[in-house]
């Protein structure tokens, strides 16, 4: 039976308050950096409430104007062209981990621990010497391997936990059914373990396209990513407010709708949940 007493609804009422000014809380960030990027430059860090109506599109017309836009399309390339990347190397990797025996497998294990924790600052130098001396400075393919080098261990322990899940019965009726082991994974395995795929694709993407350091270092003009490009609106003289926020927003926005998209499946996989 509903309960309709009045310390319920007080509670209620007080849940739903609480979780709307967290969620006020939350989007106030974003919020403040759309007025930013709307006010002109000379009432820029004027209160609000003094030039409520002093709201243009200026700052987004000079970032249209910029080489933004192109270091923008650098980051969905790079980020992309990595993560698709790691799936596929690591997808297998963790599946040999789980569910196969092997000498070496414990060193494995602690070996991708170890490069996933290591700060990149450890890796970035001698990876810089070796891309001077092959001629992959500022190249696509020096970033996309530098992004996957990042994202192949996480990849591979994200999958790995997910696989471990899965009954061993699953994939032995599979094998005895006459499939090969690439069947079992691609047609068994795989779509049980989807919420975990999907969790590590995005969680893979948004580390890649979030990452400055990396790019930092091996890229120059060509293949220049957003967070990089971001540091050309600051200079000795003056520092371009407007045209950050403009940035930040373009930054953030185009991964909102993927992760409301994949946000069941990154829940399921952080509760551990597989579809079986």
Known sequence: MRDLSPSYRVKKGAGVIVMLALLAFSLLPILWTLILSLRPATQLFEPIWQSPTALKLENFGAIARSDFPRALMNSFITAGSSTLLALLLGVPGAFALSKRRFAGKFFASWLLLLLRMAPPVGFVIPLFLFYVNTGLIDTYTGLIVA???????????????????????????????????????????????????????????????????????????????????????VSYASVDWGAIAVAALALTLPIVPVIIIANKYIVQSLGGAVKG
């Open 147 to 233: 992004y996957t080098s990042l994202t192949l261990p996480f990849v591979v322990w994200s999958m790995w936990t997910s696989f471990n899940q899965i009954p061993n019965e699953l994939v032995e009726a599979g094998l005895m059914d006459g499939a090969s082991l690439w069947q079992v994974l691609r047609l068994i395995v795989i779509p049980a373990a989807r919420p975990g795929l999907v969790a590590a694709g995005v969680l893979s993407f948004l580390l890649a396209w979030n990452d400055f350091f990396f790019a930092l270092v091996i890229t120059r003009a060509d293949t220049t990513t957003a967070p990089v490009a971001v540091m050309n609106f």
